[in-house]
Each structure stands twice: as structure tokens, then as C-alpha cells.
Nanobody, 113 residues
Framework: QEQFVESGGGLVQPGGSLRLSCTASISISNIHNMGWYRQVPGKQRELVAS???????TYWDSVKGRFTISRDNARNTVWLQMNNLQPEDTAVYYCNRIPSGYWGQGTQVTVSA
């Protein structure tokens, strides 16, 4: 069964950085579009960054210029480098294919002074 395991979250002060990792249980070589999503309690999960085999990375306005998505197909891993984190970035972060498949547990990111 396809699984994505996220890690790297934590508590960070505003302006700080975190690097999230996502390891897949299957080969991602043939998954053209992979993405990082986030969810705040009471709100819908939203896609914040994606990486496409054909088109490269895409970032949503809320994270553009601060987040960087990357992938290594040989390691079945996708990363999200998050810089200049702000309190509004607080959420549970998930990685998944696009369109999404099975969801993992996610990793909590909390930005607070």
C-alpha cells in the first residue's frame, strides 16, 4: 500500500526555518506531481507547493519566496524547506501525490514566539 511518511516538524520562532521530509513506501519516479499540503483545525487541507516532473516547482502565493520544494526520485523522498516562518504557517503538513491518494500522519509545524 502506498504510504507517505512526513517528518521534520516542530516548534520554531517567527522568522525561523524548518526542513520537512517525506519518504514514500513506493517509487515516486512515475508520480509526476508531488505536493506538500497543510491543514489548520477547522479548515480544509490546502496545497502549498508542488513539484512536477515536467514543469518544475509551483508555489501558492502564501508561501512564495519562503518555501522551496525538492524531490529525489532515487530516494523516494520529497522535501520542503521553509524559511522566514510566520505564525500563520502553523499547521499539520502532509505530502502526497497530486491528485491526492492515501494520507499519512503529517508533521506538526508550530510557529510561535
Amino acid at each position: 500500500q502506498e504510504q507517505f511518511v512526513e517528518s521534520g516538524g516542530g516548534l520554531v520562532q517567527p522568522g525561523g526555518s524548518l526542513r520537512l521530509s517525506c519518504t514514500a513506501s513506493i517509487s515516486i519516479s512515475n508520480i509526476h506531481n508531488m505536493g506538500w499540503y497543510r491543514q489548520v483545525p477547522g479548515k480544509q487541507r490546502e496545497l502549498v507547493a508542488s513539484t512536477s516532473t515536467y514543469d518544475g516547482p509551483t508555489y501558492w502565493d502564501s508561501v512564495k519566496g519562503r518555501f522551496t520544494i525538492s524531490r529525489d526520485n532515487a530516494r523516494n523522498t520529497v522535501w520542503l524547506q521553509m524559511n522566514n516562518l510566520q505564525p500563520e504557517d502553523t499547521a499539520v503538513y502532509y505530502c502526497n501525490r497530486i491528485p491526492s491518494g492515501y494520507w499519512g500522519q503529517g508533521t506538526q509545524v508550530t510557529v510561535s514566539a
